[in-house]
């Protein structure tokens, strides 16, 4: 579908900060708050906006993400179902992507240790493993955020820094199981203002605010996100898998530097495992998917040995961490 221009403009002002307020996007786009409150609540409705969530330094909170990219056989519709039923219902899947291309389903298991992570996919591939031909698996060691600038209607790039960042060797902080509500309920909506959490939580908003407050001091949060209905919006999005040799430091700045720069390219991961790197792309059509990776063998073609790409028609789940994260009878 092609977009209104204003809808365009407010679709870049939330991917710099998905709970910026009416108030401040209108300053940013000269309108009346009113008018984006309109705009903002059509896109919600037509589904062009599916959610706004929190990048989560998952490791501050002692996780690890660990990724399975796996190719299905004889799924039935019945199967299917069952299948993606059951993903929605187990906590530890994060994230779970229907792909058209090198894999048909992305799956990341957010756990506290390796042990766990072995489990949930064994429990899985257990109830499922006559559907799936093979997978393939990988650990994120670092991830990067960057800005929609193809959503950007002015020439010149607003934010050359990343605006999330995780994989840093940091230590896990000790959150307090209220600090753990105010996360599921930021990762449910980050866009909610302080007075519902303080009636879904029950405890005053100066708590509330409190607690934000030192979640936000530790980089906990790195950036607040919008997940987009990217075939509808006109820019599907492609996951794309990279092998490197000689991935040395100096290579991963220019390739890091490369992505930071490009329009289409939305997120960066380094990986340990059968792939060194995943890029997510966000462009119009394949015509300009196949421009951009003869770009990339161009400039890169001396330690890139393979580039594999998928269309991403179908986000069931998609969060840095699960969805329940406090106990449900806390000792306080």
């Not at 050359?160 to 599921?184: C, R, Y």
């Not at 607040?224 to 996951?239: E, I, M, V």
């Not at 393979?306 to 306080?332: A, C, G, M, W």
Request: net charge neutral; glycine share 4%; proline share 3%.
């Amino acid at each position: 579908m092609i977009l209104e221009k204003i809808d365009q403009e407010i679709l870049y002002s939330l991917d710099e900060d998905s709970t910026k307020s009416l108030t401040k996007i209108g300053q940013e786009l000269g309108i009346s708050p009113q008018l984006v409150k309109y705009h903002v609540e059509k896109l919600e409705k037509d589904k062009l906006i599916l959610a706004y969530w929190p990048m989560i330094e998952f490791r501050k909170l002692g996780n690890s993400n660990a990724s399975y990219f796996l190719k299905l056989k004889n799924l039935s519709s019945a199967a299917e179902r069952e299948l993606y039923e059951y993903l929605k219902k187990i906590n530890d899947f994060n994230i779970a992507m229907r792909g058209d291309g090198y894999w048909d389903l992305h799956l990341v298991i957010s756990s506290s240790n390796i042990f766990r992570t072995v489990e949930v996919f064994n429990l899985f591939y257990d109830k499922f493993h006559h559907f799936i031909v093979s997978y393939e698996t990988a650990i994120a060691v670092g991830f990067y955020q960057f800005r929609r600038e193809y959503l950007n209607p002015r020439s010149a790039k607003q934010s050359p820094d990343p605006m999330a960042f995780t994989g840093a060797d940091v230590e896990k902080f000790p959150l307090t199981n209220l600090q753990l509500k105010i996360l599921e309920e930021l990762n449910n909506n980050a866009r909610q203002p302080i007075s519902d959490l303080s009636k879904k939580l029950n405890v005053s908003r100066d708590k509330i605010i409190y607690n934000l407050k030192k979640i936000n001091a530790e980089r906990i949060i790195q950036s607040n996100a919008t997940l987009l209905d990217h075939d509808r919006l006109g820019w599907p999005r492609y996951r794309v898998l990279l092998q490197v040799t000689n991935f040395t430091s100096e290579k991963f700045q220019e390739f890091f530097a490369y992505c930071q720069n490009h329009p289409n390219i939305i997120h960066l991961l380094r990986l340990f495992g059968n792939w060194q790197a995943l890029i997510d792309v966000e462009i119009e059509n394949r015509e300009k998917l196949r421009e951009l990776f003869q770009e990339i063998m161009n400039r890169f073609g001396d330690i890139i040995l393979r580039i594999e790409n998928t269309h991403v028609y179908k986000i069931d789940k998609f969060r840095d961490i699960p969805l329940k994260l406090s106990k449900q009878h806390p000792d306080e």
